[in-house]
Nanobody, 127 residues
């Protein structure tokens, strides 16, 4: 079992910035990722990070605007951050963090099947 908890959502005007945090603890894990789902739309992958190599992957629509990073100094948990800049109204969604031990760390859940998810945090960007 991996316990996943997100924090840091909120409301911001277009062009602004927000940082989301995700803490994962429990069973072995090597990958953490952020996903989002807007009302009436399917969930989509945003960014992923390999906790052992720091290798990252991003969806095209956030490249250059969002940055995923991690802090693993605490041996009991990993913390992944999603720094979001130049936010747009279309970035408005519920953001979810996932963590697991996978063979290949991506935001494609067909390739990286995450079993452990957080409750989500709301991000609202106003124009």
């Amino acid at each position: 079992q991996i316990h996943v908890v997100e924090s840091g959502g909120g409301s911001v005007q277009a062009g602004g910035s927000l940082r989301l945090s995700c803490a994962a603890s429990g069973s072995a894990r090597n990958c953490m990722a952020w996903f989002r789902q807007a009302p009436g739309k399917e969930r989509e992958g945003v960014a992923a990070i390999n906790l052992n190599t720091d290798r990252t992957a991003y969806a095209d629509f956030v490249k250059g605007r969002f940055t995923i990073s991690q802090d693993s100094q605490d041996s009991a948990q990993n913390t992944a951050y999603l720094q979001m800049s130049s936010l747009k109204p279309e970035d408005t969604a519920m953001y979810y963090c996932a963590a697991d031990h996978v063979g290949y760390c991506t935001t494609d859940t067909d390739v990286s099947p995450f079993d452990y998810w957080g409750q989500g945090v709301q991000v609202t960007v106003s124009s």
